[in-house]
């Protein structure tokens, strides 16, 4: 049996974006967390399917256009990626929104802004466009916040490290330099990819973080390695480990949210502070403390990401069940 998938490839700031364009599967759910749910137990195959090896590769991430369960939502969003289906996905909102709407395949209510409906809760945007080309898409992410500060673990090998936890979409165990880590440059791509499976397993066992209003969102999934800049008018540099091998290429959208709200939470922002954001291969994102807000009881920002996208392609994928790989693999 053969099921084929259009997509539309690109990437944000040097990172993958797979718009499953065709192919979604018809999901059960009254919101978008809910449906999330519902793809996991039912068709995480095509996640796997499409991400891993060898229709994808380590770092692969995309996901799908729905109409939302909202009346006052454009467009809902569900993500796939390597490590799994994110609540939220910040170069994966830039890639998909930009593809969506030079395609056809969103229509905003009012020109220029959109409502997206994402796993994580509602997430607002505003787009530039040249022609037909959308040049730049701003996103003012879901409520983000400090987690949990300070937690303590001995890596074989390394040494000790303060880890500090942070939210924006996603949960990042958030590592500044300290000790044995001097830079990212020091460190090297293997050594980042290996240390941070290391250290998410010793974060896990130590905490485990569970969102105030959504309990489907727990758990340390991303490793964020903070650095200082390298580039002349950017205010920091990451890492961002995800999934069992990628080293985001962008900066991260989720993770850029989670470290505005790490750094507002330790007095570092105050609202209306901007924050160029670079990526390990230093392309950018424009981070902004928009608001501070309450989340519950929990002290909360809302971050805002700019950046911008290329399609490179269209790509029709076939997954056959003949094929011993239709799952994909990851080695
Ligand atoms: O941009 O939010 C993001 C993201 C999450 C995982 C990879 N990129």
Redesign the pocket.
């Known amino acids: 049996m053969r099921h084929t998938f259009f997509c539309i490839d690109g990437h944000?700031a040097g990172?993958p974006v797979r718009l499953v364009a065709g192919g979604a599967p018809l999901l059960k759910g009254a919101t978008m967390s809910e449906r999330r749910q519902d793809f996991m137990a039912r068709f995480d195959w095509i996640r796997t399917g499409l991400c891993f090896e060898p229709r994808g590769h380590d770092?692969m991430?995309g996901g799908f256009l729905y109409p939302p369960t909202r009346e006052d939502c454009d467009v809902g969003i569900l993500?796939i990626?390597t490590?799994g289906c994110?609540p939220?996905?910040?170069?994966?909102?830039?890639g998909m929104v930009t593809f969506g709407l030079e395609h056809g395949l969103i229509r905003p209510s009012s020109p220029g802004k959109l409502r997206v409906e994402v796993p994580a809760g509602v997430i607002e945007i505003d787009y530039k466009t040249e022609g037909d080309k959308v040049t730049s898409v701003k996103i003012r992410n879901v409520p983000s916040f400090l987690a949990a500060q300070g937690i303590r673990i001995d890596v074989p090998d390394f040494g000790p490290l303060s880890i500090d936890v942070a939210y924006?979409?996603?949960f990042y165990a958030i590592i500044e330099p300290q000790g044995a880590y001097k830079s990212l440059d020091d460190l090297g791509a293997s050594r980042i990819v290996n240390l941070s499976r290391e250290i998410r397993q010793l974060v896990r066992a130590a905490y485990e973080p569970v969102h105030p209003e959504n309990d489907t969102i727990r758990g340390v999934s991303?490793i964020l390695w903070a650095d200082a800049p390298k580039g002349e008018g950017a205010d920091g540099r990451n890492a961002?480990f995800?999934g069992e091998k990628?080293i985001?290429r962008?900066?991260?959208?989720?993770?850029?949210?989670a470290r505005l709200a790490h750094l507002a939470a330790t007095g570092r922002l105050v609202k209306g502070d901007a924050f160029v954001h670079e990526s390990y291969i230093c392309s950018r994102f424009i981070g902004r403390v928009e608001d501070e807000v309450m989340l519950g009881d929990q002290k909360a920002i809302v971050p805002s990401?700019e950046g911008s996208a290329i399609a490179t392609g269209f790509n029709t994928i076939w997954i056959d069940r003949a094929d011993t790989f239709w799952q994909g693999f990851h080695v």
């Open positions: 944000t990172n770092m991430s993500f990626e490590s994110l939220m996905c910040g170069h994966g909102t830039i924006g979409g996603n991303h961002v995800y990628a985001d962008s900066p991260c959208g989720t993770g850029t949210s990401i």
